[in-house]
């Protein structure tokens, strides 16, 4: 599998992980705080698990998880950026600690997304 491929996985496993521990712990329209620290809400969660499993099916290919890299990363700088400037993107809260996760995983989907080449392999995984 190639690197790309494996971080499409990962990360959508993660936004799957992150989107069903909201709708469990946030399930209302009505902020909340997820592990004392990330604001959610049922229209966040609900935008995780999208990402998670467009991730999660992106990886079956090479071209699949390099455009979901490029495109979800560039969402998730995005989204760092605009929640610097407000705490909420519509009824999505993107504030707080929010800023600093999507930028760390903004950064590293762009990162695998624009430097992916088809033939880099991982062996061990």
Same mark, same amino acid.
């Given at each position: 599998?190639?690197?790309?491929?494996?971080v499409?996985?990962?990360?959508?496993?993660?936004?799957? #992980?992150?989107?069903?521990?909201?709708l469990?712990?946030?399930?209302?329209?009505d902020?909340?705080?997820?592990?004392?620290?990330f604001?959610?809400?049922?229209? /966040?969660?609900?935008?995780?698990?999208?990402?998670?499993?467009?991730?999660?099916?992106? &990886?079956a290919?090479?071209?699949? &998880?390099?455009?979901?890299?490029?495109?979800?990363?560039?969402?998730?700088? &995005?989204?760092? /950026?605009?929640?610097?400037?407000?705490?909420?993107?519509? #009824?999505?809260?993107?504030?707080?600690?929010? #800023?600093?996760?999507?930028?760390?995983?903004g950064?590293?989907?762009?990162?695998a997304?624009?430097?992916?080449?088809?033939?880099?392999?991982?062996t061990?995984?």
């Amino acid at each position: 599998m190639s690197v790309v491929r494996r971080v499409a996985q990962l990360f959508g496993v993660g936004f799957l #992980i992150l989107g069903g521990a909201g709708l469990y712990y946030g399930h209302s329209l009505d902020d909340g705080i997820l592990w004392d620290r990330f604001p959610v809400n049922l229209v /966040g969660n609900l935008v995780h698990v999208l990402f998670g499993a467009w991730g999660v099916a992106a &990886a079956a290919t090479f071209s699949g &998880a390099k455009s979901y890299c490029q495109l979800v990363g560039i969402i998730c700088v &995005a989204l760092a /950026g605009i929640g610097y400037v407000t705490p909420t993107l519509g #009824i999505m809260p993107i504030g707080g600690a929010d #800023i600093w996760l999507h930028g760390g995983v903004g950064l590293i989907l762009t990162y695998a997304g624009f430097t992916a080449r088809e033939g880099a392999g991982l062996t061990a995984l």
